[in-house]
């Protein structure tokens, strides 16, 4: 089964931005991939997804600030985060799936939001 890695996390002032990527070790061309994160105290929630067709969809508390791309030739996906807010602090993980077979987690990234 296929695994991902998350890379990309850190520290960053209020207003900042930074990219987060998800390499896979398979193939992704046939895989929805998406991005979740979660904060202390609270359940892990989708932030973006984007299908094997390139469609997405947003949380809505992220609409507007964050994007999702995927490089199906380097077997990743992207996470464009900007503007970003104190509430973004979690720790933010890549699933790659595809409803049947393939289920993978990585092990997250921890983006911090602080002044």
């Known amino acids: 089964q296929v695994q991902v890695v998350e890379s990309g996390g850190g520290s960053v002032q209020p207003g900042g931005s930074l990219t987060l990527s998800c390499v896979a070790s398979?193939?992704?061309?046939?895989?929805?991939m998406g991005w979740y994160r979660q904060a202390p105290g609270k359940q892990r929630e989708l932030v973006a997804g984007?299908?094997?067709?390139?469609?997405?969809t947003y949380a809505d508390s992220v609409k507007g600030r964050f994007t999702i791309s995927r490089d199906n030739a380097k077997n990743t996906v992207y996470l464009q985060m900007n503007t970003l807010k104190p509430e973004d602090t979690a720790v933010y993980y890549c699933?790659?799936?595809?409803?049947?077979?393939?289920?993978?987690w990585g092990q997250g990234t921890q983006v911090t939001v602080s002044s």
């Open positions: 699933n790659a799936n595809d409803g049947i077979f393939v289920n993978s």
């Open positions: 984007i299908t094997n067709g390139g469609s997405t």
């Open positions: 398979g193939s992704i061309f046939r895989l929805a």
